[in-house]
């Protein structure tokens, strides 16, 4: 293990920590003092473009197009021969999907009311941490990874860094503003989401290591 995946997995652990103990203070208050403050002031600006950005990032972490968009993005990875991302990317899918509705359950908040915030849609699921906030960051982070790691300077991957660093970055923002988290949920959703894209990362570099120390081991 290298001394940067070592770095990698020892933040990975720190947010993770981090998870827990909001974890266990969101369990037992619906929501904090704070989260309705900001709630309130994120509502109160109308900025058409980005309100329009933020309504499409949250439409992509509903089901069944985000699975949809999943499956297309890691099929093609997969079918231009990269085969460890493309696994991989399939076990973040996987990984967020279950443990986001593991924690839902056992944390069992309730969504913000809408007589305390705006809220554009009724949802009737449970509200830490977001699931979309966890989604976009395991797996499009882990897609912005590969972005960064991979490919080679070009204005392609230039504008595919501005988008999805974009997408992971504004995703707690839409969260809120459609009144369908706290920020605290989407805190939680950062923190356990960055926590296991960053044991994504180590397992890829661990795997990845291990394959270049195998093609230059010479057989006998």
Do not use: C, E
């Given at each position: 293990?290298?001394?940067?995946?070592?770095?990698?997995?020892?933040?990975?652990?720190?947010?993770?920590?981090?998870?827990?103990?909001?974890?266990?203070?969101?369990?037992?208050?619906?929501?904090?003092?704070?989260?309705?403050?900001?709630?309130?002031?994120?509502?109160?600006?109308?900025?058409?473009?980005?309100?329009?950005?933020?309504?499409?990032?949250n439409w992509i972490g509903y089901n069944p197009q985000s699975y949809i968009i999943s499956a297309v993005i890691i099929l093609f990875i997969l079918l231009r021969g990269f085969t460890l991302e493309g696994i991989l990317s399939l076990v973040s899918v996987l990984a967020s999907t279950f443990l986001g509705r593991y924690f839902k359950a056992l944390i069992a908040r309730p969504r913000p009311d809408a007589s305390l915030v705006q809220v554009e849609e009724i949802l009737h699921d449970l509200s830490f941490p977001s699931g979309h906030v966890l989604y976009f960051t395991v797996f499009f982070g882990f897609l912005l990874f590969l972005t960064i790691t991979l490919l080679h300077p070009s204005w392609k991957k230039t504008f595919l860094i501005l988008l999805l660093a974009s997408m992971v970055a504004l995703i707690g923002l839409a969260r809120v503003y459609t009144g369908n988290h706290w920020t605290s949920d989407v805190l939680g959703g950062y923190l356990l989401g960055g926590g296991l894209l960053g044991l994504t990362i180590v397992a890829y570099q661990i795997a990845a290591n291990h394959s270049q120390t195998a093609q230059r081991t010479p057989k006998h």
């Open positions: 293990m290298t001394t940067t995946t070592r770095k990698v997995l020892i933040i990975s652990m720190l947010l993770l920590l981090g998870f827990a103990i909001l974890a266990f203070s969101a369990a037992s208050a619906p929501y904090f003092g704070f989260d309705l403050a900001i709630s309130k002031a994120v509502q109160s600006y109308k900025l058409p473009v980005l309100s329009q950005y933020l309504y499409v990032l």
